[in-house]
């Protein structure tokens, strides 16, 4: 998982949530990550956040808990305002 953002406000809890499961990975299978191990193909899932964004930080959880369970899975956070050119 690559942070290309200064996690802050609403932002902030996912990425300490990522943080805190990537020292003590603790998995709770849910239907968004069910077969996500029997990946076998690198993949990159590319990210771009807003703070003011109501979806942002659900996606983030959402995204970063398939990456934390296959490491086949690049997943980039990007903030859409400090890196327009990654676009």
Known sequence: I????LPRE???????DILSQTAEPEF???DDTVGVEKIGIPAALDLFISLQC?????AVRKLSQL???NEMIRFS???DALFREER
């Open 54 to 58: 109501g979806f942002c930080p659900t």
């Open 2 to 5: 690559f942070y290309h953002a």
């Open 10 to 16: 609403k932002e902030l809890n996912p990425f300490l």
């Open 28 to 30: 709770i299978e849910t």
């Open 77 to 79: 956070v990007i903030d």
């Open 67 to 69: 990456a934390l369970r």
